[in-house]
């Protein structure tokens, strides 16, 4: 099972990044997809979500819309939408993935976002 996260990089204030987590090893369809990110000092929190079938997804208040989550199953692949980045969007940001007791993390993309 893997998840790689790709995307991520440095941005000033304003810009979009795209992050993108690739997954194999598994069947992809069959699971729910997160975005988490972590700052340093503070607690893991839940971005986005989106359904197995990519019909519903929810949001945290912070990034409502300026982030959007999405997802090709056909190629395995996750995808975070970021605009009008801020500073304090800054953070590692992890795909997961969820299935019944079934639950995977991805290794991380930093993202910095600073003038």
């Known amino acids: 099972v893997q998840l790689v996260e790709s995307g991520g990089g440095s941005v000033q204030p304003g810009g979009s990044l795209r992050l993108s987590c690739a997954a194999s090893?598994?069947?992809?369809?069959?699971?729910?997809m997160n975005w988490y990110r972590q700052a340093p000092g503070k607690e893991r929190e839940l971005v986005a979500h989106?359904?197995?079938?990519?019909?519903?997804?929810t949001y945290a208040d912070s990034i409502k819309g300026r982030f959007t989550i999405s997802r090709d199953n056909a190629k395995n692949t996750v995808y975070l939408q970021m605009n009008s980045l801020k500073p304090e969007d800054t953070a590692m940001y992890y795909c997961?993935?969820?299935?019944?007791?079934?639950?995977?993390w991805g290794r991380g993309t930093q993202v910095t976002v600073s003038s």
């Open positions: 090893g598994f069947t992809f369809g069959s699971y729910v």
């Open positions: 997961n993935a969820v299935y019944s007791r079934y639950n995977y």
């Open positions: 989106i359904t197995s079938a990519g019909d519903k997804t």
